[in-house]
């Protein structure tokens, strides 16, 4: 512990950064997972666990009825799929049938009656998303993304198709193609039809999808397909169907993401609030909305930078808030007459939780986090809104430093981090963040910001970004940093941004183009746009034509905003913390900034991750990059860390 200490009683009173936090680092390991992909199969409910501790691989559980928990996959697999880099939707569960994405691999394994898992689909460069099942012809319906390499010789990167692969054999067959993205292949209740959806480059899904529909052939093909909703600037979202045969989805042919219904060729709109019922499609699989046999639908619905529970319908435009505990909410299902989702709140970190509608009465199924912090010493999030430039308005969450065993000399502010969310359309969490809660118990506050381009504040405010990447997110950090400062409720002259992917190149960008922070802790972020755009992957491999401009023309607001080209203007220390692995942000970005902070004598550190790739998953990985963090900020800001962590040296040369 830092030396020079004054106590009180049972108060110890020490400089802000220096406070022996109640919170082990390890915690943010041993004894947390990560939950994803909720599903049901009849009374049985299953779940993906992301664990740490097994080298960060997603394992599929399942929990009977009985309340019984078990794996349902094998041992050494990691159950998930690199399509679009970023996954999701990587099983499938319906009786004695189960099938998983086999990660190391790329190929589908299916689930023998022996208990044994074999592989379903040929041993290709083929990744496999979003199965459904096609029961009556015996298949599985299925997104592929195809890197073989004459297919990546031939389109010159991977090709992306809707798929059938039989049960028996594994034989793929292709049954839509010649666009350049598919996902949520979804089979009407009676079999005969089939939507799904398509878009092209330059867009990702929240620029502008396509609701398809078509019916099967005899022979399982399908026929001639329509359009139901969206187009090359609408977004759609999450087709699913309700007993009854109608198509229920979310759209955005206006200002907001709004609940929508098909049935025999008629379109109503179900919801009419100022509030996003879908999150942008960074993976495939996202559910926040489930049709119920009385012609209503449970949904999320995200307004003001957090999730509301709404019952919706029967009717149009009929929607009811229904009173719940939590401010984030995804994978809804349902199972029986309650409802199963992912969820979190302020308090509760993420878990899956069970909830009756009918009485309001919830049950919490299983935990991110074994590990419960004291009332006393948990740093609540305040949703707090700024002004930023061109007299608009910004959002934020900051988190005040919280430790009952200690407090600051009198007159002291705290330093703050500042950080914002990955994947610029995403949003600022309102969950308990054991990140968030690691820095606040050692006496660090946090401000999450939520700049233009985000999610949950209506398409004009996402729509902000578009060009302006690397001017309106950075506008909007400083901004909420200097809102924090002139209320004294941070140190001005102790402020440090923070950010992995595309918040990394927001932290980078900020330092390169202004001079508010004092440091910058930035994972896999980029240096470089040029680069990006030319060793990037499919999915997001024209996403700044949108966010800068078209590449090449736009080249001289690649080069202007390109913080990596532009070191000699970054004054101030930078830790680079990259994953060996990652494809989505790949080495060379960091290696490219790090040379830069070299050439130009700006202290540093680098940390690459062995096996780790866009996001880091293994227990020693993430303990040791907090740890660097926590060195990081002691050197930074001028506080001795109080836990014993292994020092990273800042290089200058």
């Given at each position: 512990m830092a030396s020079g200490l004054e106590r009180g009683p049972g108060v110890t009173v020490a400089p802000y950064g220096s406070w022996a936090a109640p919170f082990p680092i390890d915690w943010l390991t041993h004894g947390s997972v990560r939950?994803?992909?909720?599903?049901?199969?009849g009374d049985d409910l299953m779940w993906l666990e992301g664990r740490p501790e097994e080298g960060g691989r997603q394992a599929l559980v399942r929990r009977s009825a009985d309340g019984t928990v078990t794996d349902l996959g094998p041992a050494n697999v990691n159950v998930r799929t690199r399509i679009h880099e970023y996954g999701g939707a990587a099983y499938l569960v319906a009786g004695d049938l189960a099938v998983?994405?086999?990660?190391?691999?790329?190929?589908?394994?299916?689930?023998?009656?022996?208990?044994?898992?074999?592989?379903?689909?040929p041993n290709r460069r083929w990744r496999f998303a979003d199965l459904e099942l096609?029961?009556?012809?015996?298949?599985?319906?299925?997104?592929?993304?195809?890197?073989?390499?004459s297919t990546l010789e031939r389109h010159g990167e991977a090709e992306n198709t809707l798929v059938a692969i039989d049960l028996v054999d594994g034989t793929v067959t292709t049954l839509a193609w010649g666009r350049d993205f598919y996902g949520a292949p979804r089979l009407s209740p009676d079999g005969a039809r089939l939507a799904w959806l398509e878009w092209d480059h330059p867009n990702l899904p929240w620029d502008g999808t396509e609701l398809r529909l078509a019916?099967?052939?005899?022979?399982?093909?399908?026929?001639?397909?329509?359009?139901?909703?969206?187009?090359?600037?609408?977004?759609?979202?999450?087709?699913?169907?309700?007993?009854?045969?109608?198509?229920?989805?979310?759209?955005?042919?206006?200002?907001?993401?709004?609940l929508h219904r098909w049935h025999e060729g008629r379109t109503e709109r179900m919801t009419a609030i100022d509030a996003e019922f879908a999150y942008p499609d960074w993976q495939l699989g996202y559910a926040t909305f489930v049709p119920r046999p009385d012609g209503t639908a449970l949904a999320v619905g995200r307004s003001?930078?957090?999730?509301?529970?709404?019952?919706?319908?029967?009717?149009?435009?009929?929607?009811?808030?229904?009173?719940?505990?939590?401010?984030e909410m995804d994978f809804v299902r349902s199972l029986g007459d309650r409802l199963v989702m992912i969820a979190s709140s302020p308090s509760m970190g993420q878990a899956i939780v069970a909830f009756d509608p009918a009485t309001g009465a919830s049950e919490v199924i299983r935990r991110s986090s074994e590990h419960e912090l004291a009332e006393a010493d948990l740093?609540?999030?305040?949703?707090?809104?700024?002004?930023?430039?061109?007299?608009?308005?910004?959002?934020?969450?900051?988190?005040?430093?919280?430790n009952a065993r200690f407090r600051a000399p009198e007159g002291a502010r705290p330093p703050v981090i500042v950080t914002s969310h990955g994947g610029p359309t995403s949003a600022a969490s309102t969950g308990r963040s054991l990140t968030v809660q690691a820095f606040t118990t050692r006496g660090i506050a946090v401000l999450d910001v939520d700049y233009g381009g985000s999610t949950g504040y209506g398409r004009s405010y996402r729509k902000r970004l578009e060009g302006q990447w690397g001017i309106v997110d950075v506008d909007d950090c400083v901004a909420g940093a200097r809102w924090l400062a002139d209320q004294a409720l941070v140190d001005s002259?102790?402020?440090?941004?923070?950010?992995?992917?595309?918040?990394?190149?927001?932290?980078l960008a900020a330092l390169a183009f202004r001079d508010t922070f004092a440091g910058g802790?930035?994972?896999?972020?980029?240096g470089d746009l040029r680069g990006f755009v030319e060793d990037t992957h499919k999915f997001e491999s024209r996403y700044l034509d949108r966010l800068v401009g078209p590449w090449p023309d736009a080249r001289a607001a690649y080069e202007a905003r390109s913080p990596g080209l532009h070191a000699q203007d970054i004054g101030v220390p930078v830790i680079v913390l990259q994953g060996a692995e990652d494809r989505v942000v790949p080495p060379s970005e960091a290696e490219r900034i790090v040379s830069a902070l070299r050439d130009n004598g700006i202290p540093h550190a680098y940390l690459l991750f062995p096996g780790e790739d866009h996001g880091f998953r293994q227990a020693a990985s993430i303990r040791r990059a907090f740890e660097a963090e926590v060195s990081f900020l002691g050197q930074v800001l001028g506080f001795e860390p109080a836990d014993p962590v292994a020092p990273v040296e800042l290089q200058r040369g």
């Open positions: 939950l994803s992909e909720v599903d049901v199969d998983i994405s086999d990660f190391a691999t790329g190929r589908l394994l299916r689930r023998t009656t022996s208990e044994e898992w074999q592989p379903l689909t096609d029961a009556g012809r015996g298949r599985l319906l299925a997104i592929r993304e195809d890197h073989e390499p019916e099967f052939g005899p022979d399982g093909t399908i026929g001639e397909a329509m359009t139901v909703a969206g187009a090359a600037d609408t977004w759609v979202a999450q087709p699913r169907w309700a007993g009854d045969g109608s198509l229920w989805f979310v759209a955005e042919p206006d200002e907001w993401m709004s003001r930078g957090r999730d509301r529970l709404y019952q919706v319908g029967p009717a149009p435009g009929v929607a009811e808030e229904l009173p719940s505990p939590w401010t740093a609540t999030g305040v949703p707090i809104e700024f002004p930023t430039t061109g007299d608009r308005t910004a959002f934020g969450i900051f988190y005040a430093p919280r002259d102790r402020m440090v941004i923070r950010g992995g992917s595309a918040s990394g190149f927001t932290t802790i930035t994972y896999f972020g980029i």
